[in-house]
């Protein structure tokens, strides 16, 4: 367990971000992985079967990682307040409902992945591939969903690198395995499916045998996990609002998904590789807000304000001075990166176009990260959802949408990005600023 509370504010948030940092970057990487894999032994239809359905997949991560976010936050005061025991109630208890509802969601969608893949527009071609994909991978829910539940635990308790070691480690056996499906035993698509769940299984397996070694005060025995409805509903008092942002959102990238799957095959193939990229480069931004989210709210239980005050400002501007190197390596290098996914020059022409549009502006969204990861930290996450439906939902998306249908075509889809980045941006600094004069 890492105390928060204490030394340098800076250092201590690097410290337990840049774990945080590696491990999401490996976890993206399991996508990653699966579409490189597919692009070079496939092709571009084989790239976008994965790609066409796969913001379906996204948003049941959002709702995993939602809910998690609210467990970490309560596990964070607890231990910044030293009460053990109700750690492993909470981290019990939200096992429990997870899991349950990850159950719920696997049976849902295996049932309807094919009515899902056409209300998106998928095109006929694909459709066979991209919902053989789509089962398996709703197949492996639960191990993700349990698996993300405990990662987020024990970055709760100051633990970043344990998760990170394990993403490692299941990332290098998901690429091993989807070699072995994919060239060896030629099971195409369905292939980088299996390999991603299995996997994700070697993940949740791992992080339970050690968590219940390492931490005696959070082992978890599955036949003996204790139920409480007063800390779950505690919990999900800043999970349930932080997962309905992410399930907004993930709706909102449903949308998008229709509107890029409309275009056709190399318009599906290049958004799939060019939004990995996009996601990778995001991720220093995302992982800087998610450890000042722990780290305020670890400082907060404390009762010590002035860290935060100092922690968040040093966030501030680490985070304008990645953004702004990463806007810049992206925007160069945008062609390689999407020629790694896919070597067709359409599609990279159309990625290339996508990461020249949203790299410029990835100033802004780091800075949008910070505030969102003080005010979760802060157990105000009303406003980041309110923020996140109207700005992504009501304006981004609907913009979207309008700008499609213009001359711009595809390119009118990127450049809503913008628009909803520096809105959300916006009323975040506006809300914090009026709780900090409080």
Not at 244 to 249: A, G, K, N, S, Y
Not at 415 to 426: I, K, N, R
Request: net charge positive.
């Amino acid at each position: 367990m890492t105390d928060l509370t204490e030394g340098n504010e800076l250092k201590t948030i690097l410290y337990f971000s840049v774990p945080i940092f590696l491990g999401n970057i490996f976890e993206q990487l399991y996508n990653v992985t699966d579409a490189a894999i597919v692009g070079n032994f496939l092709g571009t239809e084989g790239l976008a079967a994965v790609g066409a359905g796969a913001q379906i997949v996204t948003l049941t991560v959002f709702l995993s990682t939602g809910i998690s976010i609210g467990a970490s936050v309560f596990i964070s005061r607890l231990y910044g307040s030293k009460q053990f025991e109700d750690m492993k109630e909470v981290l019990d208890t939200n096992l429990i409902f997870t899991v349950l509802l990850a159950f719920i969601l696997t049976v849902l969608g295996i049932r309807c992945s094919t009515i899902f893949l056409k209300w998106l527009s998928v095109p006929p071609s694909l459709l066979s591939d991209a919902d053989t994909y789509l089962k398996i991978i709703f197949s492996g829910l639960v191990p993700l969903f349990a698996y993300n539940t405990l990662a987020n635990s024990l970055r709760g308790v100051g633990d970043s690198k344990t998760p990170t070691y394990i993403l490692i480690s299941s990332v290098c056996l998901n690429a091993f395995l989807d070699i072995i499906f994919i060239a060896v035993f030629r099971y195409g698509t369905a292939g980088a499916a299996i390999a991603t769940i299995l996997a994700q299984l070697f993940s949740f397996i791992t992080c339970l045998l050690y968590m219940n070694r390492k931490y005696p005060e959070l082992a978890l025995h599955i036949f003996h996990l204790k139920w409480n409805l007063r800390k779950l509903c505690s919990s999900l008092a800043v999970g349930i609002p932080a997962m309905l942002q992410q399930t907004f959102i993930g709706f909102g990238f449903l949308v998008i998904q229709f509107l890029v799957n409309s275009f056709g095959t190399t318009a599906i193939a290049a958004y799939t590789a060019a939004s990995k990229v996009d996601t990778i480069a995001e991720m220093p931004a995302v992982n800087l807000g998610q450890a000042l989210m722990n780290f305020t709210a670890q400082n907060n239980g404390a009762g010590k304000p002035e860290r935060i005050q100092k922690g968040g400002k040093n966030t501030l501007v680490l985070s304008v001075i990645i953004s702004v190197c990463t806007s810049i390596i992206v925007y160069i290098f945008s062609p390689l990166f999407i020629s790694i996914f896919d070597r067709n020059a359409a599609v990279i022409q159309i990625g290339r176009q996508y990461l020249h549009i949203v790299s410029v502006f990835y100033l802004i969204f780091g800075a949008m990260q910070v505030l969102n990861g003080l005010l979760l930290g802060y157990g105000k996450s009303v406003l980041p959802l309110i923020a996140s439906i109207t700005t992504f939902c009501l304006l981004q998306v609907p913009l979207a949408v309008l700008l499609s249908r213009t001359s711009l075509g595809f390119n009118g889809i990127w450049l809503a990005t913008p628009f909803g980045w520096t809105a959300g941006f916006l009323m975040r600094l506006i809300y914090f600023r009026y709780i900090s004069k409080k």
